[in-house]
């Protein structure tokens, strides 16, 4: 299975591209580093959902 995301930098980036079968393994057959992996990666989305939430406080407050 292919995944697939585009993104724009605005700045200068490095790109790390994972083959998804052997992500997928590893964080099935090694416990440890799969909760290790998947806990960074859902502290990444949910930093980024509150930047965005409070963006979007900071917009709907400048509408009153």
Same mark, same amino acid.
């Given at each position: 299975?292919?995944? =697939?995301?585009?993104?724009?930098?605005? #700045?200068? /980036?490095?790109?790390?591209?994972?083959?998804?079968?052997? &992500?997928? +393994?590893? %964080?099935?057959?090694?416990?440890? =580093?799969?909760?290790?992996?998947?806990? #960074?990666? /859902?502290?990444?989305?949910?930093?980024?959902?509150?930047? &965005?939430? +409070?963006? %979007?406080?900071?917009?709907?407050?400048?509408?009153?």
């Amino acid at each position: 299975e292919r995944y =697939a995301l585009d993104a724009f930098c605005a #700045e200068t /980036a490095e790109v790390l591209e994972i083959e998804a079968g052997s &992500l997928q +393994r590893t %964080l099935t057959e090694d416990c440890v =580093a799969g909760f290790v992996i998947m806990s #960074e990666v /859902a502290k990444a989305y949910f930093d980024r959902y509150t930047e &965005l939430l +409070r963006s %979007l406080q900071s917009v709907v407050s400048g509408l009153s």
